[in-house]
């Protein structure tokens, strides 16, 4: 039992879709947790220090399809140094959708036109940024 570490992480979901996220810490500090999704989505998943600053991002713009899934974490940050305990874990999923309306002062008959493909995103407080390319 020596090589067991408690951890303690509280899990924090942003998420625009509800996620049912539960953990469980196992040998050599990994962490496994389980989520279900309603709908097929894309999803991220990282950790955080509690004032917020990311030192593991877990996997990003992964799609995944509706139902549990079950994910580990290694209990490394992103340079490999191993985390210490009390951190979040976040899991961020959606599935966005849009159409095209045409813009203000458009008087083109086709309202139809080219899209640039989403990339990533990203939420601070009530603001959302996309990247696009």
Excluded: C
């Excluded at 020596?2 to 979901?13: A, E, G, K, P, Q």
């Amino acid at each position: 039992m020596s090589n067991l570490r408690n951890l303690f992480i509280t899990v924090l979901l942003q998420v625009l879709l509800p996620v049912v996220l539960s953990l469980q810490a196992t040998a050599q500090s990994k962490v496994s947790f389980s989520f279900s999704l309603q709908t097929r989505s894309s999803t991220s998943a990282g950790v955080f220090k509690k004032d917020g600053t990311l030192v593991r991002t877990i996997w990003s713009g992964e799609s995944l399809n509706a139902g549990s899934h079950i994910k580990t974490w290694d209990g490394l940050d992103n340079e490999g140094m191993s985390v210490q305990d009390n951190y979040d874990i976040k899991v961020l999923s959606n599935n966005l959708t849009y159409n095209w309306e045409g813009v203000i002062g458009n008087t083109l008959s086709n309202t139809r036109g080219s899209f640039e493909r989403i990339y990533g995103m990203a939420f601070s407080g009530n603001n959302g940024y996309v990247a696009l390319g």
